[in-house]
């Protein structure tokens, strides 16, 4: 099958428990080529478990992941030249500058010191962190660490992104220079799949989404069949079994 036809990523009954607590329970996913995946769900709801075993940081229980056709367990090697990931909470190797960092990602990756330099330099360019120079990473805001993060994903030019909540304690202006990057790299071909809480992003960006709320998968489609005459945040609030607050709650703090 032709790469524009098989899923980008394509997730195959996943399970993950941690002691008694099933954390994923049995996922099934199919990402499209060239979409713009939105995987919703409230905290605690297995985002971050089931796109940490997607890409081969956490061993599954059970299932498979595979990136293009590519078991990501079975023939990790190859798979993972196909993808970038920006994992929530990312532990760098922050004592380093930017260009330094991106220059130790690309030789781990085996990339020609020449080919690393120019990406290395465009990248910082076009995340506005060239001006950072010789500031180590560790001492970058929450937003650069976000942005560093998302060039060393990029760097050897992958064809999937899987960035676990990329919004998550950025300022709008990094924010926005982050969703202007990837709406650019999807245009290009580019499929990208993340994680978030965050309704208007998702529908802003998403060309598709899937719902999680205790592991398991309450809707899928594309975002308007999921969200239909609705606001997705109503659709949203439903799946995950959430509430709101009545009248007749909480009367005592009304003057």
Not at 4 to 28: I, Q, S, W, Y
Not at 68 to 81: E, I, T
Not at 127 to 155: E, N, P, Q, W
Not at 184 to 209: D, I, K, P
Request: proline share 4%.
């Amino acid at each position: 099958m032709p790469d524009t036809e098989r899923p980008a990523l394509a997730l195959r009954g996943l399970v993950k428990r941690f002691d008694t607590n099933l954390a994923v329970a049995g996922v099934d996913l199919d990402v499209p080529a060239g979409s713009f995946y939105g995987l919703l769900g409230p905290n605690g709801a297995g985002k971050t478990t089931t796109l940490s075993m997607a890409v081969g940081l956490l061993r599954p229980d059970g299932g498979s992941a595979w990136v293009l056709g590519h078991d990501v367990w079975a023939d990790p090697v190859h798979a993972k030249r196909l993808f970038g990931v920006l994992p929530d909470g990312i532990r760098l190797f922050d004592r380093l500058t930017g260009a330094e960092l991106l220059a130790y990602h690309g030789l781990l990756r085996g990339m020609d010191p020449a080919v690393i330099d120019q990406r290395a330099r465009e990248l910082l360019d076009v995340l506005a962190l060239a001006d950072a120079g010789r500031t180590l990473v560790v001492d970058y805001s929450a937003g650069m660490k976000k942005k560093i993060g998302l060039a060393c994903a990029l760097l050897h030019g992958p064809r999937l992104l899987v960035l676990d909540e990329p919004f998550e304690a950025v300022d709008p202006v990094s924010a926005a220079l982050i969703r202007d990057i990837l709406q650019r790299y999807v245009a290009g071909g580019g499929t990208v799949v993340f994680s978030s809480h965050v309704m208007e992003v998702v529908e802003r960006l998403c060309t598709h989404v899937a719902i999680l709320a205790g592991g398991v998968i309450r809707r899928i489609g594309t975002l308007a069949d999921v969200r239909g005459d609705r606001a997705l945040e109503e659709v949203f609030v439903e799946a995950v079994g959430g509430r709101t607050a009545t009248g007749e709650e909480l009367t005592w703090l009304s003057s």
